[in-house]
């Protein structure tokens, strides 16, 4: 049986989450996480160069409160994706990571931009639901997750 993973309790653990599950993803150990918080960054949290591919992408983290009913919207895609036009030198892929749940109208919007060549990268969102299915087949990962959750646990 398998469980649900807790959303990380704050924007940098899921952005540290993210770094680490791109790294892997993209089998890039040079993947980086983007400058630091308060720096300007291009609407890129992590990028790297997946092995697969001679061309950099990128990952930009919406941390989104699902208690309160809180999701990823089109307008916050398109502004998120406009910023990462300016990153240098040009994505070849963009992903929208969020804590939010998955969301098929957002979904189309990825494919329909990705359809009519709206930007020079693909855009591609992953939702929690999809995090937690990649973090869950990637036991290195969900020990790390796990480690989190734990800490975060006793700091209440």
């Given at each position: 049986m398998?469980?649900r993973?807790?959303?990380?309790?704050?924007?940098?653990?899921?952005?540290?989450?993210?770094?680490?599950?791109?790294?892997?993803?993209?089998?890039?150990?040079?993947?980086q996480?983007?400058?630091?918080?308060?720096?300007?960054?291009?609407?890129?949290?992590?990028?790297?160069?997946?092995?697969?591919?001679?061309?950099?992408?990128?990952?930009?983290?919406?941390?989104?409160?699902?208690?309160?009913?809180?999701?990823?919207?089109?307008?916050?895609?398109?502004?998120?994706?406009?910023?990462?036009?300016?990153?240098?030198?040009?994505?070849?892929?963009?992903t929208?990571?969020?804590?939010?749940?998955?969301?098929?109208?957002?979904?189309?919007?990825?494919?329909?931009?990705?359809?009519?060549?709206?930007?020079?990268?693909?855009?591609?969102?992953?939702?929690?639901?999809?995090i937690?299915?990649?973090?869950a087949?990637?036991?290195?990962?969900?020990?790390?997750?796990?480690?989190?959750?734990?800490?975060a646990?006793?700091?209440?």
């Amino acid at each position: 049986m398998r469980t649900r993973l807790p959303i990380p309790a704050t924007w940098q653990d899921f952005e540290a989450l993210c770094h680490q599950l791109w790294k892997q993803v993209w089998s890039d150990p040079n993947a980086q996480l983007n400058g630091r918080s308060g720096q300007a960054q291009a609407g890129v949290d992590v990028w790297g160069k997946p092995m697969y591919t001679a061309h950099l992408a990128g990952v930009q983290c919406k941390d989104k409160n699902g208690f309160l009913g809180s999701k990823l919207t089109e307008a916050e895609l398109l502004n998120e994706c406009a910023k990462a036009k300016t990153f240098a030198p040009t994505l070849d892929v963009f992903t929208m990571a969020t804590t939010a749940p998955r969301d098929a109208p957002l979904q189309e919007v990825a494919r329909l931009l990705n359809d009519g060549g709206a930007y020079p990268f693909q855009v591609h969102v992953w939702s929690w639901d999809d995090i937690e299915a990649e973090v869950a087949s990637r036991p290195s990962l969900d020990d790390v997750h796990a480690t989190w959750i734990y800490y975060a646990s006793m700091q209440i």
